[in-house]
């Protein structure tokens, strides 16, 4: 069963930094593009980042473009999140998510599974 | 960027009825949309992908249909649980982007 669990929320001052993780099985992970995507509280979704199987790709939104950095060690089943001068507009559920049947290989696609999220509050 | 609207913001409909959701891209997207269900607390699950596709397990009842910039999901039948937030999303063009989403309650 392919499964998704992030971690690393929590409360965060603003200008502070946080590493998310997302460990992954069930699939073969190498070759899997991955994406996070954040849902603000009580917000629609909003794509953050997303990374193409070997690193080969890696894009970002505007509003997180510098500050965040997406990265995978496949040798792990890991995915990582580094985010560096949060601030309360980066407040949010994270969420990661792989790309399934629909997707290309520079990292874009549609999301057939998705973790539980890890909530993020930038707050002093 | 690829702006995705959504339409109606709320559909208030009962059990068994049948369920219209709209979907509008700013340009051409060809096929590369994707529809999503979300329930509180929970994540996204995916319905529809590529425009008319359904994903893995999801009942006969969910279609989706439209090319270019208009786009529909449909509901044949109202089932309770499908009493939820659904979402649109495209893979056309970086960066990806979601509509703002359709909440579907009960009448």
């Known amino acids: 069963e392919v499964h998704l669990v992030e971690s690393g929320g929590g409360l965060v001052e603003p200008g502070g930094s946080l590493r998310l993780s997302c460990a992954a099985s069930g699939f073969t992970f190498s070759t899997s593009s991955l994406n996070w995507v954040r849902q603000a509280p009580g917000k629609g979704l909003e794509w953050v980042s997303s990374?193409?199987?070997?690193?080969?790709?890696?894009n970002y939104a505007d509003s997180v473009r510098g500050r965040f950095t997406i990265s995978r060690d496949d040798a792990k089943n890991s995915l990582y999140l580094e985010m560096n001068s949060l601030t309360a507009e980066d407040t949010a559920v994270y969420y990661c998510?792989?790309?399934?049947?629909?997707?290309?290989?520079?990292?874009?696609?549609?999301?057939?599974?998705w973790g539980q999220g890890t909530l993020v509050i930038v707050s002093s | 960027e690829i702006v995705l609207t959504q339409s109606p913001a709320t559909l208030s409909l009962s059990p068994g009825e049948r369920a219209t959701l709209s979907c509008r891209a700013s340009?051409?997207?060809?096929?590369?949309l994707a529809w999503y269900q979300q329930k509180p607390g929970q994540a996204p699950r995916l319905l529809i992908y590529?425009?008319?596709n359904r994903a893995t397990g999801i009942p006969a009842r969910f279609s989706g249909s439209g090319s270019g910039t208009d786009f529909s999901l449909t509901i044949s039948s109202l089932e309770p649980e499908d009493f939820a937030v659904y979402y649109c999303q495209q893979r056309a063009g970086w960066p990806l982007t979601f509509g703002g989403g359709t909440k579907v309650e009960i009448k």
């Open positions: 998510a792989r790309v399934g049947r629909g997707g290309n290989e520079y990292g874009s696609g549609s999301y057939d599974c």
């Open positions: 590529d425009a008319s």
């Open positions: 990374i193409s199987g070997g690193s080969t790709y890696l």
């Open positions: 340009q051409s997207i060809s096929i590369y």
